[in-house]
Each structure stands twice: as C-alpha cells, then as structure tokens.
C-alpha cells in the first residue's frame, strides 16, 4: 500500500496498521449524529450517548465504560492501545472500509475525501492533509462501537457499519451526499455538506418501514437525476431496493421477500415519488427478486431528465423502464422485463446480478439499437463453483421503435447466440438478438462490465485455482482475468497468445495478482493514450511495438488500436458511474 500523504517511506508496504489517515487522527475529532442537536459534535462525557444508545447496560460498570467510551469516541486512546499508560492522547485507528469506496469531493478551494467504515462512521477526509474533518455515526449503528472498542471483532461474527456506496449531488448552491449501509442495514442518510469542516444532517430513508417496507439491505448506489411530473421539475434519487440476504443461501431461485423495488425519491426531502415493482400503481410484471445494483438511467435527448431505466435483479431478469416525462405520476412509468439468463429448478443456472448494466447507442449494418451488458456473478460466496455465469450483450431496437400510441416498443429477445470455448464467434451477428459469453463453470464476473470504444471490458475471478473452504483463516486466492472483447459480436481482437489462431483464448489474459480482482479504471491524463488499471496492474489501450512481449499490454491495446480514438468519440449523455470495490462479502 502507498500512503499518499507520507513523508517517510517506512508508513508504505503491506502493513495496513501504518500510516494513512488513521495515523494523522487528531483529538477531539468532530463526531456527529442524527441525535437531539445533530449540527453540534459529542463533546466531553456527552449526555447523548447514554448506556442504552451504546447498548451497554449489561456490561460491568457501564457507567465509567460509558465515559470511557465517550472518550473513545471522541479519538482518544481510552484503551491504551499502544500500552504506554497515555490514555489521553489520539488513538490512530480506523476501523475497515470493506466495500466502501472513497468518493473525491472537490469544492471551491480544497477538496475532501468521504468514506464508510464497519465501525459505523461516514468520514470526511482533507484530500490535501489527511486529516479527519469530521465523522457522522448513524444513531441506531451506535451499538457497533462497543465490539470494537472491547475489539471483539472476529471474522466469523463479522460486524457492518456504514459499508455502502455514496453519491454526492449540488443544487441551489448547495452540497449534498447520500450513503447506504449495505450489510450494515436498510437505511440510506443525506448530509449537507456544504460547509467543509461542518455538516448537517438532513434527513434520513428509513427501510422495513412506512413507504419503504420493502427496502431491504442498501447496497445500491443512489443514481441522481430529474423527471418532470405534469410540468414540474424534480430532482430525485433511484436506486434498487436492495439485498435479502436469502440469497446468502439459495441454492435454487426462490422469490426473494423484499427488496425487489425500484424507488424513485425527491431528494429535497427524502419522500417517495414512485415505487416500481410486481404490484401498485407503477406495476412492472416480473419483479420477484431483490435489486441490490445501482440503476442504469439513460438520458437520451440530452434534456436533462431521466428517459430509461435499465437493471438486473437476483434471479437473473434483465428489465428496462421507460419514463414519460410530463405526464401525470400514474401515467409516467412502463416497463417489461426484457430477457431472464437463469432457470428455475437449476443450481448451475441460478445466475444473480450484482452490477448495473452498462449502455451504448449502436448503429451498424442497418441495425439501431442500444447495446445492453451486464455480467452475472455470486459475489456473495466468490468460492462458489456450482454456476455457468456469462455475460450478456442485448440488443434493445425497442427504444428507436415507437407503437401507434407513441410509446417505446419492448424487444422480444429470442434469438441469443451462444458463446464460449467451443464456439468463439458467429457468422453474422445481426441474425442474433445478441449474444451470451459464456465463462467456465465456477468463473464469475463480480464487478461491473464496461463499454469503451465499441469493445466490451470486464474482469472475472476463478476460485477454482484457490483450493480453500470458505470462512476459514486462510485467505482465499484464486485468479483473475480481464477481458476485451468486440462488442458488437463478442469475439476475440487479435491473435493474443501468437497460436496462429484468433479463438476464445485470446479473449483474456490472467492478472498477475491473485485473488478477487478490480474493476477495470479508464485514467486519461492523456487524451492520446488513455491508460487502463485493473488495481495496481495498469497499460495503455493503444496499441503500440512495445507490446509485443507483453500480453496484457497487448490486449489492452485493442481496446483504442494504433492510436487513441477515445477523443474523437460521441459523448453521450450518459454515463457508467463507478461501482463500489468488489471484495469478498464474508
């Protein structure tokens, strides 16, 4: 690891106890809550955090524990961790920030970073310092504190915080984030966060209650953007109704018992506008299984407002909804499920998706349509070896195909070619409504795929090389792959292993690093050639004499060819956001 704000090269390498922002902790830190005065920081002994909020009244003298948790709280070393008998001085201790992804928030004259830890805080970060500028701690995720201030944290009783994505949005010279909880609960929070060094919590979308009963676990990234109803306006937040943990466990699909919703919500007030589900008033036929993936929103007119939804589920269906802007609510929203990649009553075809879809508009021999892709993956249990996963390209001609009432057409997704080993490309990919890319069995795709250049880009992660039983102390391995792939029809770009022969081999090449891998970052510093990372593995994707020997740099290099024709690409008016690092979830 490389601390970014180090000045000694001692705080780099694989020690995650040294350096980086834990190690600049400054005491008293800035902790807030959205308690009775939420805008003012706990102060010293604060009478807020009392026995039962920090659920301790079980506990051997809770009432000095509470002090000394206060303390805690507020960054001072009251365990002496470090054994020097000091107990006033900072502790320099951050707990994990498994799935969450820090989010780079620039303002006028400084920049922060925001990012969740397990312990239960959203922290804000001086992206120039390192310092804390402040830390936020759900109310009901108070209870966490006491395990890891006892550090009774073990891996088989694994304890979630604030582990969710976070989106940040400005409006009206204002600025705003919002944070899910993913395993750590069904709850999202907004915090205006105009003020740098001083937020104030706004409101929270409370899951398993009220308008949100059936918002399960929030894992999905909260997607920003506006409709307009009957000639108003409105800036508002969609995202998936999140994980059941059934799924931790079902072996067969069974219809999940919340969580598969869409929620489209004013984000002003955190009040509903919309739920999209199997019932109601904006009924979809279909949604049977949870929707922890963000929501792919596309923007076609470039209007600002949102035309599409696309999103996958945890029973494998792939769904698009269409949004009539400045119709009345009841008249706005239609959608069908488009095409199901899983079967029932299948254990090697119980395909899940984790990870929005990624869209490209496609012209090409006559044909019109957008490009839909999405990969399948159990990211839950990344050891599973009992699963056909694959990666879908579909092609939607529906949404350039109006009826007789002016409303976008379905497609009818029949014909889908068949890829993988044996059958590594088709004749004439326009007699087929797409194709599936098959991967080896027990092979998945955990991160999200990606669209650049008219080629199709994701990485997978085979376990079958980790040789490990899940939760137990040794760290599983396995390998990763990335692939690059033509888009259009999904066959290999060159002859990448020099076999004489352009088949299904050259479609990848292995990552030098083991384990799970990450999802693959387009960086352009350099219009000209843009370079691409997959973690700390990272080539440009123009092709040059250079790569010859090399075959990740080879591949990567088929993405833009001899030179970057990523600059002279249409920018359309969407875009693919950054999903949140895939690590495994137990």
Known sequence: ????????????????????????????RNVYSNMSNPNTPFSDGDSRLTERKLDIRSEPNSASLRISMVDWIRGYDATDLDGDGVLNEPRYQMADPLHSEPLFFQYSDKASVFIGTNEGYLLSIDAETGQENWAFIPEDLLPNLHKYYENNNVFNSKTY??????????EDDRSYIIVGQRRGGRNYYVLDVTNRTQPEFKYMIKGGEGDFDELAQSWSKPTITKIEIGGVVKRVLVFGGGYDTNQDSNTLRDRDNEGASVFIVDASD??????????????????????????????????????HMYFGDMGGNLFRVDVYNGESL??????EKIYTTSQNFSISKNRRFYYAPDVAEIVHKQEHYYAVSIGSGYRAHPLNENIDDSVLMLKDKGVFAKDNDGKYTFPNLTNIAQLDAS???????????GYEFNLTRGEKVITGVTIINSKLVFTTYDPSTAGLIENTCSAAQGGGRIYVIDLLDGSALLDNDGDGDIDFDDTYVKLDKSGIPAEPRLIITDP??????????????VQTDDDVNDDFKSLLGTIS?????????????????????????N
Request: hydrophobic share 35%; aromatic share 8%; glycine share 10%.
């Open 1 to 28: 690891a490389h601390d970014w704000w180090a000045t000694s090269s001692e705080l780099n390498g694989p020690f995650v106890g040294r350096g980086g922002a834990a190690a600049r902790q400054a005491t008293p």
């Open 161 to 170: 915080g604030m582990d969710g994505a976070i989106n940040a949005w400005t």
């Open 270 to 307: 955190g009040s509903l506008i919309a739920e999209i589900k199997d019932s109601g008033q904006h009924r979809v036929n279909g949604m049977d299984y949870s929707i922890p993936a963000r929501i792919a929103v596309i923007d076609r007119d470039f209007d600002g407002l949102m035309d």
């Open 423 to 433: 059958t590594p490309s088709v004749d004439d990919i326009s007699a087929y409504d």
């Open 561 to 585: 060819g001899p030179r970057s024709r990523l600059n002279q690409v249409f920018t359309n008016s969407w875009s693919t956001e950054i999903e949140p690092t895939t690590k495994d979830d």
């Open 528 to 541: 000209e050639a843009p370079t691409l990372c997959v973690g700390t593995e990272c080539a440009d994707t």
């Open 330 to 335: 009841n008249r706005m929203f239609e959608g």
